[in-house]
């Protein structure tokens, strides 16, 4: 079968397809999947450009969308021909995170889904929602499911509520499509994309090459209420104006680290306002379920930007590199 690998010491010209063995039939508890596509996410890129250490011959990318071919035994979920997608953390379930790393994360710690076919535990992957192309379905196992548990899951979102999103990438779009299906309003901080914000139902937008205090425009379009969530992908160079545009007692979901993987925390300015801090990482099957009934229940779909064949998925990653697109990258295996 067909797969993407990437060689050490990692780098996008290391990023190869080869041919690997059939993974064959499934076991007991296992399902054989015929991947049709999968999603780029800043994770995946921090994987195939060694900037995050993987073993030698990593086949990447934690997102994975298929056909079920064949069911083992003692398997009950599914059924021959149901359409799914994986899971960024096999192993949770339920309840709260029981690991802190990505030993256990396709593309990561374990193979990923840049490959035709793989057998895997059907507890690994979740029904994708009904009608879906596996483009569309492939781009919610990470970027998806982060901003639903970050509004709704940890952030208990509710209509009327005001919501805060940075830039243009895969969370950020589909958090402002969540906050907006729920009824509440939603301030976005971009560059020149602001237009399409607006089209897609942003209520506020602020062009942060223009405005440097960013999060006091936000603040004061409130009238200096705040926020009462904020979606932080940046990272360290973002978060003090986060803080600021967030109310009194708001909540920052710390999701991102596109400015860097550490910096100062303005800690007196989140201490005088009782804000909640909680980082966070993808979710677990039993949210990602949840995900897929509010999907189809909202009609909302994902906005892909582009798609790439796995041959070009070097090229798909320049793209993202690139910070040129809006919304997901897609790639058909």
């Given at each position: 079968m067909?797969?993407?690998?990437v060689e050490?010491?990692?780098?996008?010209?290391?990023?190869?397809?080869?041919?690997?063995?059939?993974?064959g039939?499934?076991?007991?508890?296992?399902?054989?999947?015929?991947?049709?596509?999968?999603?780029?996410n800043?994770?995946?890129?921090g994987?195939?450009?060694?900037?995050?250490?993987?073993?030698?011959?990593?086949?990447?990318?934690?997102?994975g969308a298929?056909?079920?071919?064949?069911v083992?035994?003692?398997?009950?979920?599914?059924?021959?021909?149901?359409?799914?997608?994986?899971?960024?953390f096999?192993?949770?379930?339920d309840?709260?995170p029981?690991?802190a790393?990505?030993?256990?994360?396709?593309g990561?710690?374990?193979?990923?889904?840049?490959?035709?076919?793989?057998?895997?535990?059907?507890?690994?992957?979740?029904?994708?929602?009904?009608?879906?192309?596996?483009?569309?379905?492939?781009?919610?196992?990470?970027?998806?499911?982060?901003?639903?548990?970050?509004?709704?899951?940890?952030?208990?979102?509710?209509?009327?509520?005001?919501?805060?999103?940075?830039?243009?990438?895969g969370?950020?779009?589909?958090?402002?499509?969540?906050?907006?299906?729920?009824?509440?309003?939603v301030?976005?901080?971009?560059?020149?994309?602001?237009?399409?914000?607006?089209?897609?139902?942003?209520?506020?937008?602020?062009?942060?090459?223009?405005?440097?205090?960013?999060?006091?425009?936000?603040l004061?379009?409130?009238?200096?209420?705040?926020?009462?969530?904020?979606?932080?992908?940046?990272g360290?160079k973002?978060?003090?104006?986060?803080?600021t545009a967030?109310?009194?007692?708001?909540?920052?979901?710390l999701?991102?680290?596109?400015?860097?993987?550490?910096?100062?925390?303005?800690?007196?300015?989140?201490?005088?306002k009782?804000?909640r801090?909680?980082g966070?990482?993808?979710?677990?099957?039993?949210?990602?379920?949840?995900?897929v009934?509010?999907?189809?229940t909202?009609?909302?779909?994902?906005?892909?930007?582009?798609?790439f064949?796995?041959?070009?998925?070097?090229?798909?990653?320049?793209?993202?590199?690139?910070?040129?697109?809006?919304?997901k990258?897609?790639?058909t295996v």
């Amino acid at each position: 079968m067909k797969a993407a690998i990437v060689e050490k010491p990692g780098g996008l010209d290391r990023l190869k397809i080869v041919d690997r063995p059939d993974p064959g039939p499934p076991g007991p508890g296992e399902i054989r999947v015929r991947i049709h596509a999968c999603s780029l996410n800043f994770h995946d890129y921090g994987v195939v450009s060694g900037r995050m250490p993987c073993d030698d011959g990593r086949i990447p990318m934690a997102d994975g969308a298929g056909v079920v071919e064949a069911v083992g035994e003692n398997v009950d979920e599914f059924s021959e021909g149901d359409r799914v997608i994986s899971c960024f953390f096999p192993l949770w379930e339920d309840g709260p995170p029981p690991l802190a790393d990505f030993s256990q994360t396709p593309g990561d710690g374990l193979d990923g889904y840049a490959r035709e076919y793989v057998v895997r535990p059907a507890r690994w992957f979740t029904r994708a929602p009904d009608g879906w192309s596996h483009e569309e379905a492939s781009t919610l196992t990470t970027a998806g499911l982060t901003a639903w548990r970050a509004l709704v899951v940890d952030g208990g979102l509710k209509a009327g509520d005001t919501v805060l999103t940075l830039g243009t990438g895969g969370v950020s779009i589909f958090a402002l499509q969540i906050a907006t299906a729920m009824g509440a309003r939603v301030s976005t901080v971009s560059d020149e994309k602001l237009e399409r914000l607006k089209q897609m139902g942003a209520s506020h937008v602020v062009n942060y090459k223009r405005e440097e205090s960013w999060g006091r425009a936000v603040l004061e379009h409130t009238g200096g209420r705040g926020v009462d969530h904020v979606v932080e992908v940046g990272g360290p160079k973002t978060l003090g104006q986060s803080i600021t545009a967030c109310k009194i007692g708001g909540h920052i979901a710390l999701i991102g680290v596109l400015t860097g993987a550490k910096g100062e925390v303005p800690t007196a300015a989140l201490m005088s306002k009782h804000q909640r801090l909680q980082g966070l990482i993808v979710g677990s099957r039993a949210m990602q379920i949840d995900f897929v009934r509010a999907l189809e229940t909202t009609g909302m779909r994902p906005i892909i930007d582009s798609t790439f064949t796995l041959d070009s998925l070097a090229d798909a990653f320049r793209h993202e590199d690139s910070g040129a697109h809006f919304g997901k990258i897609v790639v058909t295996v």
